[in-house]
């Protein structure tokens, strides 16, 4: 079956760095388009940014400029670098992939940045 694990979540200072990865088995990880998504308390899930088979990525107006999605198809590994955080990134992190028309979702890692 589809597995995603999450890790690297963490307590960070605002204008900090933490990097996230996402362990992928049970897909064809080199086909599949990988994403990110956040839910922060008393909110809706929210797409942080994705990233298709072929390495191209798109993200969240919020997060342009200072996240980065990258992946490793030897590693069946996504990852989401992210920088120059702020309180408000503060949120439950999931790893996402869709494999015929079902969505898969992690565990979820959280991130807190603080003032």
């Known amino acids: 079956q589809v597995q995603l694990v999450e890790s690297g979540g963490g307590l960070v200072q605002a204008g900090g760095s933490l990097r996230l990865s996402c362990a992928a088995s049970?897909?064809?990880?080199?086909?599949?388009?990988m994403g990110w998504y956040r839910q922060a308390p008393g909110k809706q899930r929210e797409l942080v940014a994705y990233?298709?088979?072929?390495?191209?990525?798109t993200y969240a107006d919020s997060v342009k400029g200072r996240f980065a999605i990258s992946r490793n198809n030897a590693k069946n590994t996504v990852y989401l670098q992210m920088g120059s955080l702020r309180p408000e990134d503060t949120a439950v992190y999931y790893c996402?992939?869709?494999?015929?028309?079902?969505?898969?979702w992690g565990q979820g890692t959280q991130v807190t940045v603080s003032s």
């Open positions: 049970g897909i064809i990880f080199s086909v599949n388009v």
């Open positions: 990233i298709s088979s072929g390495g191209t990525p």
């Open positions: 996402n992939t869709i494999r015929s028309g079902t969505n898969f």
